[in-house]
């Protein structure tokens, strides 16, 4: 971590442990994790299935509790934040985007972008200059009438993102965001999030085990069976890997 | 305020299925005042016909009548004092005199009441008139229950026989000459009408009568000595009692009927809701608090059971005034139901009926709406992000 990140930390587990009942048994999802993660940063949390990226995003996001330990986001520890704290910490700070998207069907696209603000209580000049910024991140400014039924799965996928920056949240957590995507769309979808992570500084966490978007990773933290194996820095030799990924993807 | 946007605009988005739900609800909650109109109109017709026919306003008895001991009625009989003779003379009042007979249809014995009626009364709607158009033989009419029963048909010539107020046997020839239909049994069941004047003649109680029923509207202005007046709420208790009875099970099946429409409702709520988990579980992760997530599924099935109402009032309205004003063909068995059911009914709905029933249905939509979302609310996000029910 470099030194002026370690005055803006957003996120920092010590010790964090996650058990779940499994039938008489237990699994241990998450054991004795400590990161921290700065502003801006945008990192990625890899590991086979059942590693306990999920489970880590998903308490960082304030949607779970650690069973020891303690988890601190933005200031406030997880484990000590009441329900409504916590759905007021991921209403104003917070953004999420999820592999199966989970756009409000009902919705016309500007609609699901629209609804973080409307819940924020923002007047409807606002919101419209927003939304409309934030479809244009995701280059979706003309499907902004249709439903999500009408869309493909990455043009889904990047109104999810849009509706998880339109906020301008401080931290957005993306869980496997490519992984019902096609190569070519993976790559937009996380040029679009390397532009935001740019533009706004937000702070990117990822879950995946795709290599796609390890490419664009700056950080990789490796988990094993619910421990930390490895936290690198991402050489620029990255840069190089991604190139040839995209080659291979518009062959 | 936003809570009540999002639910309207999360009942429009959805489209068919809330079109499906609105509609499924409509039906119930129109077929639920249907029902009850009809049961409703079902009662009201029972009294309206027996006041028409036989109560008027309320009658005054001879001090000695009983109407369930016929033994009585040998002392049961006066000429009506005058204040009662005046609204008898006006048409406010028609007397009637009751006396026990027996005729013989199809060569069997039948116990009858003989009861005379003026013919030109204009009080109950007995087709009084009718016993005018006669020759010497004594004109008789009869019920299509006592028709039906003794074989009697219009033409008929039947012995009428009677004990006279000295005790003495007699008989004389009747003709039938008509049939009439009727709802009410009190003027039906074993008994034969005859003009009252020739009834007087034959049992020697020249102008005097058992009951004299008032008009509609007609109030007693006092006690009139040796008469004892019954109101119209005490001739109809038995029937209220009937009513009260039959009420009970008309009770039970308006429950059953909203219940059904409850199930109805909890059904595709529960279905649209638990389809819709992964969508609450993203209101969570988009910052819904619990109370907030409860009060948008809420409010949104509230919304339903209002739209509801609204489409059914938009051809329920029509439909129901229709049926109000054609009525229900009643089924031929009905007129053994114990009660004045005339062959068709006519639905009445009241406001209580209306208000109540839209109340009701709009309460039973929120209840059945709160208590699933209530449950998938207590799941947590992550649980609920991926469509755990438990």
């Avoid at chain 1, 039938?23 to 990161?35: E, F, H, K, P, R």
């Avoid at chain 1, 949607?63 to 484990?79: C, F, H, I, Q």
């Avoid at chain 2, 988990?277 to 969570?284: L, N, Q």
């Avoid at chain 2, 949104?300 to 938009?314: H, M």
Wanted: net charge positive.
């Amino acid at each position: 971590m470099k030194p002026e990140q370690e005055n803006s930390i957003l996120i920092k587990t010590e010790n964090l442990s996650k058990v779940y009942p499994l039938g008489l048994s237990t699994l241990q999802a998450l054991d004795c994790v400590n990161l921290s993660i700065g502003k801006g940063e945008f990192l990625g949390l890899v590991g086979p299935s059942g590693s306990g990226k999920t489970t880590l995003l998903n308490i960082i996001g304030c949607l779970d509790l650690p069973t020891s330990g303690s988890a601190e986001v933005l200031g406030n520890k997880v484990e000590l934040l009441t329900h409504k704290a916590a759905a007021h910490l991921r209403k104003n700070r917070i953004g999420f985007i999820f592999q199966t998207f989970n756009l409000l069907p009902v919705y016309t696209v500007y609609e699901n972008v629209e609804f973080p603000l409307l819940l924020l209580g923002k007047n409807s000049v606002i919101r419209k200059k927003l939304v409309i910024d934030a479809l244009e991140w995701v280059d979706l400014a003309d499907r902004a009438d249709s439903k999500p039924a009408q869309l493909s799965g990455g043009e889904c996928q990047r109104v999810a993102i849009a509706r998880a920056v339109v906020k301008k949240p401080e931290i957005v957590l993306a869980d496997e965001p490519t992984a019902n995507l096609d190569a070519e769309n993976s790559h937009h979808i996380m040029k679009t999030m390397v532009q935001l992570n740019k533009e706004l500084h937000t702070t990117f966490v990822f879950a995946t085990h795709d290599a796609k978007v390890m490419s664009y990773l700056h950080r990789k933290v490796t988990l094993v069976d619910g421990s930390i194996e490895k936290d690198e820095r991402v050489s620029s030799t990255n840069q190089s890997n991604r190139k040839r990924s995209r080659r291979r993807s518009r062959k | 305020m936003l809570t009540l946007k999002l639910a309207f605009r999360n009942i429009i988005g959805a489209g068919l299925r809330t079109g499906l739900n609105v509609i499924a609800l409509s039906f119930a909650y129109v077929t639920i005042i249907f029902l009850q109109g009809v049961y409703n109109g079902m009662n009201e017709q029972a009294e309206q016909a027996s006041i028409n026919a036989f109560y008027g306003g309320g009658q005054f008895w001879h001090k000695s009548y009983d109407p369930f001991d016929p033994l009585s009625f040998t002392d049961a009989h006066a000429i009506p004092p005058e204040p009662l003779q005046n609204l008898i003379i006006t048409q406010n009042a028609a007397q009637i005199l009751i006396w026990q007979g027996f005729v013989y249809p199809e060569g069997r014995f039948r116990s009858i009441l003989m009861k005379g009626i003026d013919n030109v009364q204009k009080v109950l709607s007995i087709p009084s008139h009718l016993l005018q158009n006669s020759d010497q033989t004594i004109p008789a009419l009869v019920g299509s229950r006592m028709a039906r029963v003794s074989g009697l048909k219009k033409g008929d010539e039947i012995i009428v026989q009677w004990r006279d107020v000295r005790g003495t046997f007699d008989a004389r020839e009747v003709k039938i000459i008509d049939v009439f239909t009727s709802t009410v049994q009190e003027i039906d069941n074993d008994q034969i009408w005859i003009p009252l004047h020739r009834l007087q003649e034959l049992i020697g109680l020249a102008d005097e009568a058992t009951i004299v029923v008032l008009g509609k509207n007609i109030q007693p202005k006092s006690e009139v000595i040796g008469w004892n007046f019954k109101s119209t709420d005490y001739l109809l208790k038995d029937l209220h009692a009937m009513v009260k009875a039959k009420t009970i099970g008309g009770s039970i099946m308006y429950t059953i009927l909203l219940l059904l429409a409850m199930l109805a409702i909890f059904d595709t709520q529960v279905l649209s809701i638990w389809r819709r988990r992964k969508e609450m579980g993203t209101f969570m992760e988009l910052g819904f608090t619990r109370l907030r997530l409860i009060s948008l599924f809420t409010i949104e099935g509230t919304l339903i059971g209002i739209l509801a109402a609204i489409v059914g009032g938009v051809y329920g309205i029509p439909l129901l005034t229709y049926i109000a004003h054609t009525g229900w063909a009643m089924p031929q068995v009905a007129d053994q139901f114990g009660f004045a059911i005339g062959e068709r009914i006519y639905p009445t709905y009241s406001i209580a009926l209306i208000l109540g029933t839209t109340i009701l249905v709009l309460l039973v939509t929120t209840v059945v709406s709160f208590i699933p979302t209530k449950k998938i609310a207590s799941l947590k996000p992550t649980d609920a992000l991926r469509g755990k029910s438990t």
